[in-house]
């Protein structure tokens, strides 16, 4: 079970390790770079998000498990002053009473809490907690983020978005509803909105089970 790369840490890709790919066809790279190779072990990340999801809980009773190492909690009615420090403290208590170390992005939609959790990955500066509600720096964040980069965009949209100029979350943020209909349909609507701060798509704490593998 360890002939394919199915994780890998920033580190990893940042040498060239792609996800997929086979072990074999990296090995001189893994070596000469000195990899940490480890065996997958679903059961035990199975039971470690549950862990992490029950300790998520204990923080809102609105929570919705997105996959298996993602979720989205609902604040809606908390002191909107206070949310980072709420944020920064789930952070602290998962890390304790889980030892895994997570990363919170906060914002008024889905699609913009996906964003501000990029930010949180990778910046050393926000310790893992970003706020992009009402923020100031939020036209500066979308600016930085690829639109191939957006929840929901693959790679034949972000083809078609470049060939048209769009190549930021900000400028498909500024793209026209009507013009995104024609081309994206109304998915591509509520994707628009989404970044613009209006929440289109539903909180679902009630998961449905996923009808197919992929």
């Keep these: ?33 000195q990899v940490h190779v480890f065996s997958s072990n679903y059961t035990l990340y199975g039971d470690i998000s549950q862990r992490v999801m029950e300790t998520l809980s204990q923080f809102t009773p609105r929570i919705e498990v997105y996959s298996i190492d993602e979720a989205f909690m609902d604040f809606s009615g908390f002191d909107p002053g206070g949310i980072t420090g709420y944020g920064r403290h789930i952070r602290d208590v998962v890390r304790q009473w889980t030892g895994i170390p997570v990363s919170i992005g906060i914002a008024e939609t889905k699609t913009l809490a996906k964003i501000a959790n990029r930010f949180a990955k990778r910046s050393k500066k926000a310790d893992g907690v970003v706020n992009l509600t009402a923020s100031p720096y939020r036209e500066k964040a979308l600016a930085a983020v690829p639109v191939g980069n957006i929840w929901g965009i693959g790679s034949r949209y972000t083809r078609f978005l470049n060939k048209h100029g769009i190549h930021t979350a900000l400028d498909f ?18 994707m628009v909105k989404e970044l613009r701060g209006i929440p289109c798509i539903p909180f679902e704490p009630d998961t449905p089970v996923k009808k197919e593998i992929c």
């Design 173 to 190: 943020s500024n793209a026209g509803e009507v013009w995104v209909k024609k081309h994206m349909g109304v998915v591509g609507v509520r």
């Design 1 to 33: 079970n360890d002939g394919i790369v199915v994780a890998a840490s920033k580190e990893a890709k940042a040498i060239g390790l792609e996800l997929g790919v086979a072990i074999f066809k990296v090995e001189k790279l893994v070596r000469s770079a």
